[in-house]
């Protein structure tokens, strides 16, 4: 048996104030989601929805609740939307009811604290030109859990507005869209607090997962595919950590903007291909790290525009296009301990200024030797090719690739550098590949 567990308000007031004098601390992100620790399904009251039943629909059962109450729907079609819930309550799908809205619009609308949404198949939300609509939309509220559930066909999958503490986990959530202006994000996150995102599938809509203003938040194994423009994309959304997610052959790749404080461990960048597309664009971000990711057959693995004291360590760039373009606006971030390996262009910049350090890495394409044995080169290597430069200025270059011509050129520039950057350059480049 589950109950609900408050947090005394005393307790909360007194964690809320903690949590704001440690804003900017590393145990900022960790005190905010202990705020969303104790909430869990309550078996007060149980109420049964069955087409057989008294009860028929879910909107009646919704509607017979009270705080604290648990609904079960039983399987079966419901044709219902609009479904509001404004009250704390627990509902469950018992062998998968679907939920068809018949393109009538959003299917729940939660303005509430502490409910609990698990086990349903929501579909057919339709579509809006003047207004956001999806399958499970919640505003203003705190600690709403979204629990296994299957979402396909809508135009926003859930939607967390202005709310804080709210738990999304292993829902499956898919649409078909092929036009960005006509489509919802998977998940959307607008002005949030501590949100634990952990599992999900997403598949098929603009952008898999979207944040702007959401701070202090986990974003975890989720597996983000085939939309239409980003796997994931957030702006002005600060102190974030993503671990472990899957972000694969989407049209743009991953965008990341106007943002500080973030922490992305483990990710898997894999195939996404187009003109313009990127394992990750960082633009403006600031005081952050990015470790243990992988970035895999990307057209560009990662492109950075205007960012700050970002430590960048023990990555996998394999089989890219270009691993990194580094615009000569960044400075201050370090590159140390990645393996570059079979990447066409390891590096590219647009200018000769360098603020930013690369010492440590292994690179596949150094040719340096080791006469003391030390596992590090004894020569330094310069990771941009002339060739890749000549490229980022004129696209159509590239039909010359592999050519003697070009091959001479790069050998010349390596042996004394006159239009790569002089000071851009690995001091220590490894002789084997990490081990990451």
């Known amino acids: 048996m589950f109950k609900i567990t408050f947090i005394p308000n005393i307790i909360l007031n007194y964690l809320f104030k903690f949590s704001d004098k440690l804003k900017g601390s590393r145990y900022s992100l960790s005190i905010s989601l202990i705020l969303c620790i ?9 109420i049964i929805v069955d087409k057989s039943q008294a009860i028929q629909t879910v909107q009646q059962g919704i509607s017979q609740a009270k705080n604290g109450d648990t609904v079960y729907v039983q399987a079966g079609v419901y044709h219902e939307s609009k479904l509001i819930i404004e009250k704390s309550i ?5 062998g998968w009811p679907v939920i068809d809205a018949q393109n009538k619009g959003e299917i729940f609308f939660i303005r509430s604290r502490n409910v609990w949404l698990q086990g349903f198949k929501l579909q057919h939300t339709g579509r809006s030109d003047l207004k956001e609509i999806g399958a499970v939309m919640i505003y203003d509220s705190y600690a709403i859990t979204v629990l296994n559930n299957q979402i396909e066909d809508a135009n926003f999958g859930i939607s967390v507005q202005n709310s804080k503490c709210c738990t999304i986990k292993d829902n499956h959530i898919k649409a078909f869209n092929k036009d960005e202006v006509l489509s919802g994000n998977g998940i959307h996150g607008w002005k949030a607090d501590s949100l634990i995102i952990i599992g999900n599938t997403i598949s098929g809509h603009r952008d898999g997962l979207y944040f702007e203003f959401v701070k202090n938040s986990l974003i975890w194994r989720n597996v983000s595919t085939q939309n239409v423009r980003y796997g994931i994309h957030f702006m002005f959304s ?10 694969e052959k989407n049209e743009a790749g991953v965008a990341v903007m106007f943002s500080s404080k973030i922490q992305m461990y483990n990710n ?3 195939d996404n291909w187009g003109d313009a597309t990127y394992g990750i664009l960082l633009k403006e971000i600031t005081d952050s790290h990015i470790s243990g990711n992988s970035f895999v057959q990307n057209t560009i693995a990662l492109q950075m525009e205007g960012c700050s004291r970002i430590m960048i360590f023990k990555n996998k760039f394999i089989n890219n296009g270009f691993a990194l373009k580094i615009q000569a606006s960044c400075d201050d971030n370090a590159f140390t301990s990645n393996n570059f390996i079979a990447n066409t262009f390891d590096i590219a910049t647009n200018g000769t200024l360098v603020l ?4 440590g890495n292994y690179w596949d394409k150094y040719e340096g030797y080791d006469l003391d044995r030390n596992k590090i080169g004894d020569i330094s290597f310069h990771p941009v090719s002339l060739y890749s430069m000549i490229i980022a200025h004129n696209p159509a270059a590239l039909m010359l690739f592999r050519s003697f011509m070009v091959t001479l050129l790069d050998k010349s520039e390596k042996l004394m550098p006159i239009i790569t950057p002089e000071s851009l350059v690995d001091h220590f480049p490894h002789m084997k590949p990490f081990d990451l």
């Open 268 to 270: 898997y960048f894999y």
């Open 38 to 46: 104790g909430i869990s399904p309550s078996y007060a009251g149980v």
């Open 90 to 94: 627990t509902l469950i799908g018992k």
């Open 238 to 247: 600060n102190n974030n950590t993503y671990i472990g997610n899957i972000f």
């Open 356 to 359: 930013n350090t690369f010492d």
